[in-house]
């Protein structure tokens, strides 16, 4: 299993990014897909959840209205669009596969400064 992330950088408040993640070696239209951040200092926590299809979704409320999750079944790919980021959206952010967060990808860091 590889979930591998891509899409993070250094970024002004206001601005947006769109984060990546590549998955392989498992059935990906079959699993539950999650971003999850971590800020410095601070624990994990998870932001957006993706059920097997595309039309259910979950948002913790710090990110509601401000990100979206989506997924590419047939490219085995899920997003994560954030807009109008802000400083407290700094942190390394992790894309997890399976209802159990079962599978995790290195993480990539964003940055808003």
């Known amino acids: 299993v590889q979930l591998v992330e891509s899409g993070g950088g250094l970024v002004q408040p206001g601005r947006s990014l769109r984060l990546s993640c590549a998955a392989s070696g498992f059935t990906f239209s079959s699993l539950f897909m999650n971003w999850v951040r971590q800020a410095p200092g601070k624990g994990r926590e998870g932001v957006a959840s993706i059920y097997t299809g595309t039309d259910r979704t979950y948002y913790a409320d710090s990110v509601k209205g401000q990100f979206t999750i989506s997924r590419d079944n047939a490219k085995n790919m899920v997003f994560l669009q954030m807009n109008s980021l802000k400083a407290e959206d700094t942190a390394v952010y992790f894309c997890?596969?399976?209802?159990?967060?079962?599978?995790w990808g290195h993480g990539t860091q964003v940055t808003v400064s």
């Open positions: 997890a596969a399976g209802l159990q967060f079962d599978y």
